[in-house]
């Protein structure tokens, strides 16, 4: 079975590989050409970003990035916090 972050990064790796269509969108023959290989780059950036966005989700395990493991590390700061609040008043 193929490893899913090798698989993310090959597949963000081809998504990155279609961007230098963009350098040839001005030395087009017409503007229709132009445009479509201006939306196929736009295509491939967005892939390519939302490859690049969910991989820190496939390389860490789960309790790094959740929220509640944020909130459990959170929760007895905010606890001490409002009994301070208790005692002022």
């Not at 780059?41 to 390389?59: E, F, I, K």
Request: glycine letters at 6%; proline letters at 10%.
């Amino acid at each position: 079975m193929d490893d899913p972050r090798a698989s993310k990064i090959r597949d963000g790796a081809e998504d990155a590989a279609v961007l230098p269509v963009a350098i040839c969108a001005p030395y087009l023959p017409n503007g229709g050409l132009a445009i479509a290989a201006m939306c196929f780059t736009r295509s491939g950036h967005a892939l390519w970003v939302a490859n690049l966005q969910t991989l820190p989700t496939d390389m860490f395990p789960p309790e790094i990035g959740t929220l509640p493991a944020s909130r459990d590390r959170a929760a007895p700061s905010a606890e001490r916090s409002r009994n301070s609040a208790r005692d002022t008043s």
